[in-house]
Nanobody, 125 residues
């Protein structure tokens, strides 16, 4: 199990970049794939992006606008939100799954055993 803490959320204007961070505690962080999910009011949670074994995946809705990266020395995964839109408004969560599980099931289909508490992102003018 990892403990995950998200930060970096806030109120931004459309087109204004924002970077979310997910910091993990635990020595097994390098052996995990990390994904970002989001949930808007009244909507189901959806996968946004995932990074594992040097590969990254993106939902079609954010492809080309968001970028995920990780720094294993800092136990941190970042989500760079470029040109955000009002429809990106949601609570963003990071989650962890063992890399072996990600290899078997794919990043968005993996069993994520650890979740952060979420950070609110509001995109509005």
């Amino acid at each position: 199990q990892l403990q995950l803490v998200e930060s970096g959320g806030g109120l931004v204007q459309p087109g204004e970049s924002l970077r979310l961070s997910c910091v993990a505690s635990g020595s097994t962080f390098p052996y995990h794939g990390i994904a970002w999910f989001r949930q808007a009011p009244g909507k189901e949670r959806e996968a946004v992006s995932c990074i594992s074994d040097g590969h990254s995946n993106y939902a079609d809705s954010v492809k080309g606008r968001f970028a995920i990266s990780r720094d294993d020395a800092k136990n941190t995964v970042y989500l760079e939100m470029n040109t955000p839109k009002p429809e990106d408004t949601a609570v963003y969560y990071c989650a962890a799954a063992w890399s072996t599980v990600v290899r078997a099931l794919g990043c968005f289909g993996a069993d994520f055993h650890s979740w952060g508490q979420g950070t609110q992102v509001t995109v509005s003018s």
